[in-house]
């Protein structure tokens, strides 16, 4: 069966630090891979997706960025955090070559910057 | 940008009753999605509704799309208090990739 390991749980960075945020997923090949962030009591915030290697779109222009260095490898990364990067990060796939296939999500990560 | 917006906000209802929670969307989809979110975890999927189906059924749950007004609804019948969670409804254009949330509805299930 798949499985999506996210971590760390919880965060705390202080402001103008790095960061970098891991995801992988087991039991599949070629998935499509997810960074959404959720501010508190608020939906989700498309912010990267990969449909393969080294292949990354960005949805909103900001502080973060996004490598797949592995098939099943998702990282997320900042040069220097900043107070409004503060959220709860999720990380999601879902199957490539099946249409109409839904995400599956792992724990999240709730980052805050201080 | 957020394509779905959910309606209401925020309910809440007593065990027993329907919850029923309403999602408009702006563009054409390839399918809606339904998920659920307890405090604090990662979303759980519900159903998925293709853009060429009307209504579709699991278990307590039903879900409705009308692709002319661009929206769909989710009814929870009978509901239970762990039924209490967050729900959101995704927007998959099919050919992109992306799933688009909304905001979502916070249910409360009081005993």
């Known amino acids: 069966s798949q499985t999506i390991h996210q971590w760390p749980a919880t965060l705390v960075q202080p402001v103008g630090s790095p960061l970098s945020l891991e995801c992988t997923v087991e039991g599949t090949s070629n998935p499509n891979l997810y960074w959404y962030r959720q501010a508190a009591g608020r939906g989700l915030q498309l912010l990267f997706y990969s449909v393969g290697i080294g292949q990354i779109s960005s949805e909103v222009p900001q502080n973060l960025s996004a490598s797949r260095p592995q098939d099943r490898q998702f990282i997320l990364s900042s040069k220097k955090l900043l107070l409004s990067d503060s959220g709860f990060y999720l990380c999601a796939w879902r199957a490539s070559v099946v249409s109409n296939s839904p995400l599956h999500f792992g724990n999240g990560t709730r980052l805050t910057v201080t | 940008s957020q394509q779905g917006e959910e309606d209401p906000q925020a309910l809440s209802i007593q065990e027993g009753e329907n919850a029923t929670m309403n999602c408009s969307y702006k563009?054409?989809?390839?399918?809606l999605q339904w998920y659920r979110q307890n405090s604090g975890r990662g979303l759980v999927h519900l159903i998925l509704?293709?853009?060429?189906?009307r209504e579709k059924h699991s278990g307590r749950l039903r879900v409705t799309l009308d692709t002319s007004k661009k929206s769909s609804s989710l009814l929870i019948t009978a509901s239970r208090a762990a039924d209490t969670a967050s729900y959101f409804c995704?927007?998959?254009?099919?050919?992109?990739?992306?799933?688009?949330f909304g905001q979502g509805t916070t249910l409360q299930v009081k005993p």
């Open positions: 995704a927007t998959d254009a099919g050919n992109t990739g992306k799933l688009i």
């Open positions: 563009t054409s989809i390839n399918n």
């Open positions: 509704i293709r853009s060429n189906e």
